[in-house]
Nanobody
Framework: QVQVVQSGGETVQPGGALTVSCEIP????????VGWFRQARGKEREGVAQ????????YTETSVKGRFTVHRDDEANLVRLHMTPLQPAASGAYFC?????????????????WGQGPQVTVSS
């Protein structure tokens, strides 16, 4: 059973920064895609960034480009999503998910393994 372990949800002031992290310790395949998703209250979940774990090639959606960056932390064996500057519209649950194969900037096929989605709140 593959587990996706997340950390990093908290409350941040507008204009601030936050990094959320994702670890997939049980995934024995090296070639897999890690996706980051956001779900605001009352809205559908949307994909915001991806990283192919084997190559570290990453992709960010136009809606967050320039504000969100995703990278692989080789020392800690984690994938991190760094967000700044944050505004209240960025509030929501942030999910990390994984699926085998490449990313390619696409959100299908579906991601098979999901983290718990910690809440990020941007508020003064």
């Amino acid at each position: 059973q593959v587990q996706v372990v997340q950390s990093g949800g908290e409350t941040v002031q507008p204009g601030g920064a936050l990094t959320v992290s994702c670890e997939i310790p049980g995934y024995t395949e090296y070639e897999y895609c890690v996706g980051w998703f956001r779900q605001a209250r009352g809205k559908e979940r949307e994909g915001v960034a991806q990283l192919h774990f084997g190559s570290a090639i990453n992709y960010t959606e136009t809606s967050v480009k320039g504000r969100f960056t995703v990278h692989r932390d080789d020392e800690a064996n984690l994938v991190r999503l760094h967000m700044t500057p944050l505004q209240p519209a960025a509030s929501g649950a942030y999910f990390c998910a994984a699926r085998p194969g490449v990313c390619g900037g696409t959100w299908s096929p579906r991601f098979a393994y999901w983290g718990q989605g910690p809440q990020v709140t941007v508020s003064s």
